[in-house]
């Protein structure tokens, strides 16, 4: 029996829909293993602009560090125009959260289901046997040029006299780099021992010393093989031959584009989970921030359409790496497949299936099956 | 009848290879057409540090210059170990290649055969009616953050008694976005009067000053529409929805790694050419450099087993920009359709056929069908 806080941020667009799904399931999976799980729902994103001023406020961000983890669904996007009215932007709530609480390896496992073969657009010999885990370093390079209070990594537009220019700062430190690195190479030693590093350090400075650190990590790991690609070709080899992946550890830009390149082999977005976690130990675990790797997709909010998939599976992370709950983890993924594999769909995985659920109903099946 | 002078640049690993039967096909189309060539052939990468001791000589960039077109190969890259060891880089020749000779815009087309459906790790109904076509900036952003002599882009590794950190610049001016973000909309006119803008503007101010720029371009161009896209999103709609795109801008490393994601959809990167535009003018057309975009592939180099169609589809580009020889391109293009489609694949899209051919003998059949 285990005690845990959880402070939930549902966000914007579809963030809301897919979060109480996600809670449904912990609902159960409390009530099933007789956990207490004590819940405080705070506003982030577009929601909190409106609401309270700002992207995530003070008070909130109290609730969110005596807890034992975050529960995140989706921040907007302002509308193109408005993105450089120097207002605060929806994005700041998860900077800050990322930045403060020191998240600075961002998980995203894909594992496509063989049941959902049907709905990716690769041909299935080449989706066979592939199960790798990015991590993605999420606390420094460009992300964090705009921090103005860090010297020397500005991030600005320049109106001078001789015309308009804009600069961004890619920035790594050593240890910036090897705290992320040595975490792909620990998470590694756990599954197939294999770790791919991706840079691009034919060009960039900051991949040079990326390649130096992850060579110096991978000399204390005997056990592990790894090896250095450029990310053009690895761009390439995610649609190539997935099934040669294990872990792959790269940079944040990288590795934004990468997942979301990838996430297209479990056939949608929508599937995937991620979990954020930095040096903060909870009790049996790590402090750590869950969020699905979609984002607020406003087109579909509101409407019941949205995958609670990649939601409820952040919630299965959330138990596994927060809060030490391996057989729950366990039992709500199993519960997920199973649902999937009996031919329940929402409609971005729904290819040639007759009848599509909605994200509720998608939910109660899940919560059904625990 | 045309008169014209070639500078080639074959490089290292396969380029020699490949480079050889472009320049068979452009022999071919010089005797059909009754045209004159007059070719120089000059090393670069590798090749050209270990004869000359540097990337590309001053006496090769003369040559260039007074060219009306260059044809590259492909330059290696230092085994990992020397990357950091100050000397130069086979790359060096590349990028001076594009900045000096002010190549900024790069147009990569992506238009899957039909009968190369096969080879491609993505199912016939996705790729079905893709014909897309990259401009990517070559001549600014976080590539040029190397070159000392431009004050405030810097690209280093720092060592100091707080630790080490590196840092690399993206910057853009208003002025270089322009100029490609033009040619774009200029050739999209000319096609299916789309543009996809790609940016990452929820992060990066070199994005949001982009987005300033293409919104005022797309007003001079009102017959053409466009939209933005996030990168990360971008790189999932390439696989998911190829044949929504029409012609796509971005910077230059997004462009780098969307590019290579996209050549999948042909079934391999060898089928990919490519040309680099400026300013300049020639008689009849652009100045330009052309060249595959695969790289030099050092462990198939020397064995006859590259595909040469990328190299070969580059020449029909110089064809058409350089030397203004619209029929004569499409003439070339039209030999490498015939011949794939009769079934002739090298090993790289030789995904179930049984005897695949070699480097020479798909460019002999290529310039047989001429
Ligand atoms: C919303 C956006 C700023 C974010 C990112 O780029 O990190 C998202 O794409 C992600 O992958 O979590
Ligand atoms: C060789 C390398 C520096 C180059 C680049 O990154 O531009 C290559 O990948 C390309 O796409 O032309």
């Given at each position: ?133 990015f991590v993605r370093e999420l606390s420094a390079g ?16 320049r109106r001078t006299a001789r015309g308009t220019e ?111 976690l930095g040096a903060r130990r909870t009790e049996s ?86």
């Amino acid at each position: 029996m285990s005690n845990a806080t959880i402070t939930v941020l549902p966000g914007d667009g579809v963030g809301p829909e897919v979060t109480a799904q996600a809670l449904a399931v912990l609902g159960a999976v409390e009530e099933k293993y007789r956990h207490t799980f004590t819940v405080h729902e705070r506003r982030v994103g577009l929601d909190a602009i409106e609401a309270e001023g700002t992207a995530i406020s003070d008070d909130t961000f109290e609730t969110c560090a005596h807890s034992d983890a975050l529960l995140f669904g989706a921040v907007g996007s302002l509308p193109a125009g408005q993105t450089r009215s120097g207002g605060p932007r929806p994005e700041q709530a998860l900077f800050r959260l990322r930045k403060e609480f020191g998240f600075f390896a961002n998980l995203r496992p894909v594992r496509p289901f063989e049941s959902l073969y049907a709905a990716s657009s690769l041909k299935p010999e080449h989706l066979k046997g592939t199960d790798m885990l990015f991590v993605r370093e999420l606390s420094a390079g460009l992300y964090y040029g705009r921090l103005e209070s860090v010297p020397g990594k500005p991030s600005e537009i320049r109106r001078t006299a001789r015309g308009t220019e804009a600069v961004d700062t890619l920035l790594y430190t050593e240890e910036e780099i090897e705290r992320v690195v040595r975490a792909a190479f620990e998470i590694a030693a756990g599954r197939e021992r294999k770790v791919t590093s991706v840079d691009k350090a034919n060009v960039l400075s900051s991949s040079v010393l990326w390649r130096e650190v992850v060579e110096r990590v991978a000399a204390d790991h005997p056990t592990v093989t790894f090896e250095h690609m450029l990310v053009d070709a690895c761009a390439m080899r995610l649609i190539r031959t997935p099934a040669d992946f294990d872990v792959i550890v790269t940079e944040n830009l990288f590795g934004d584009i990468l997942t979301d390149e990838a996430s297209m082999l479990t056939g949608s977005i929508g599937m995937l989970p991620s979990a954020s976690l930095g040096a903060r130990r909870t009790e049996s675990g790590m402090f750590g921030l869950y969020e699905p790797v979609h984002g607020s997709a406003p087109d579909l909010a509101g409407q019941d359409r949205a995958n609670p998939v990649g939601a409820i599976l952040s919630a299965a992370l959330l138990l596994r790496h927060s809060l030490g709950l391996e057989q729950e983890a366990a039992a709500v993924e199993e519960a997920v497949e199973y649902v999937i594999r009996e031919g329940c769909r929402t409609e971005d995985i729904g290819e040639g299936v007759h009848a599509v659920v909605g994200t509720r109903e998608m939910g109660r099946r899940i919560v059904d099956r625990l």
